[in-house]
């Protein structure tokens, strides 16, 4: 055995018999009854709870759209690989996981639970250094963070409703709302749909006086020729982006709306690899990029991916719909970026006890959130929130309006 041989040998022997182990890990399915009925739960959280060899405990969160059983079990299937190991071990961890799960690389449900499991272990990592994430991956590049405002439009169908709930936003301070104009609409739009989708922008636009960003939620529902006539129906409104024009499986799709187009394109919340990202990047089929931390590999596969596109000179604006533990860790990185341009924010959305379930949580004000200093995620979990919003089962399914829409939008 050569030296070089034999001092790895021995420092990885020293460093595993005082190393962390996790020790236990715990799976909360949180939700609240809907309208539908006590058996039914609606605005479904996954949050997953890790406890250390020395009593450290980390979380994460997964994500819950129309998957949340299949996500649990796959967070047990991820957890009989974590538990025993060190947490401080992202790296080999998720190399781990990658070995034992044949379809990582296609499969939702496996990303998101790694994910989860990934964003516990660095709350873990930053608890045990005693600093927030944002310092463990590059340091303080901004002290707060600019948002921009989803889900403020539940409810809004007609172009009046769109520009009265605008108005009450940018009095709150916000400087850019996104939304979904396009009602009903799938695959193909008409004539009265494009007149319609107009009318609701406008509206948005009048209300706020253009003093408000526009960005144009598409949910990744058209094929490239609809998606092509809205953006020239649009086009004049000069939005900061149109996010998910195409549907994301259609990647030539996409090439040819970006050939045809002259907007700015966002998208990438599903994209689950940073594989995937990397084609998307040097194809140019995007001008920003928002993957989310809770379905592409973590905070160790997110940083990778925002490298890469600081290196293609695309900005970050990451995907952030769930709950305030995502919220939490997202704003964690952006802290570090210096490709970040603007942050998805749910917070005057979420429901009541989504806020209650973390402390210290930074509130939006003037269209900015400050970066929480506290180790690791930078917020406390409140327990007794956890157990009182547990849930189970499958989540309500409307069979009139997809899950994927903001509340009561799915007409025209």
């Not at 998606?227 to 982006?241: R, S, V």
């Amino acid at each position: 055995m050569s030296w070089g041989q034999y001092r790895n040998v021995k420092r990885s022997a020293n460093h595993r018999s005082l190393t962390l182990k996790i020790t236990d890990y715990e799976v909360y399915q949180l939700g609240e009854p809907s309208s539908q009925g006590s058996a039914t739960w609606a605005g479904n959280s996954i949050v997953l709870k890790l406890t250390t060899s020395d009593g450290t405990i980390g979380y994460g969160e997964a994500v819950p759209t129309l998957r949340v059983q299949s996500v649990i079990q796959s967070l047990h299937e991820v957890g009989r690989v974590y538990k025993g190991r060190d947490p401080l071990d992202m790296e080999l961890n998720i190399h781990e996981w990658h070995k034992h799960d044949f379809y990582l690389p296609v499969s939702f449900e496996s990303t998101t639970a790694l994910s989860a499991f990934d964003i516990a272990c660095w709350d873990i990592v930053g608890k045990h250094f005693g600093a927030p994430i944002h310092q463990l991956v590059g340091g303080s590049f901004r002290n707060s963070v600019s948002v921009y405002a989803n889900g403020w439009y539940d409810k809004c169908v007609t172009p009046e409703q769109f520009g009265e709930r605008a108005k009450k936003f940018a009095a709150m301070g916000y400087t850019a709302l996104k939304f979904d104009p396009f009602g009903t609409h799938y695959d193909s739009i008409d004539a009265k749909g494009l007149e319609t989708a107009y009318a609701r922008v406008k509206a948005v636009k009048d209300a706020t006086a253009s003093r408000v960003q526009l960005l144009i939620e598409h949910h990744g529902r058209f094929d490239p020729n609809a998606a092509i006539a809205i953006a020239k129906k649009l086009g004049e409104f000069d939005p900061l982006f149109m996010e998910e024009p195409v549907h994301p499986d259609n990647l030539e799709g996409l090439r040819k709306y970006r050939e045809a187009t002259d907007v700015r394109v966002a998208l990438g919340e599903r994209i689950l690899t940073k594989e995937q990202a990397a084609y998307v990047l040097a194809n140019n089929l995007t001008d920003y990029l928002q993957i989310d931390i809770t379905n592409i590999g973590g905070v160790t596969v997110a940083r990778k991916v925002a490298a890469m596109a600081e290196a293609y000179g695309v900005e970050m604006a990451f995907h952030n719909a769930f709950g305030p533990i995502q919220n939490a860790v997202t704003v964690q990185l952006d802290a570090a970026l210096p490709n970040f341009l603007v942050q998805e924010s749910f917070y005057d959305c979420f429901p009541a006890w989504k806020r209650q379930l973390v402390t210290d949580q930074s509130k939006v004000e003037n269209g900015q959130t400050k970066v929480p200093t506290r180790p690791g995620i930078g917020v406390e979990v409140d327990e007794k929130v956890l157990e009182e919003h547990r849930a189970e089962g499958q989540e309500y399914f409307n069979p009139d309006e997809p899950v994927w829409v903001v509340k009561d939008t799915w007409k025209d």
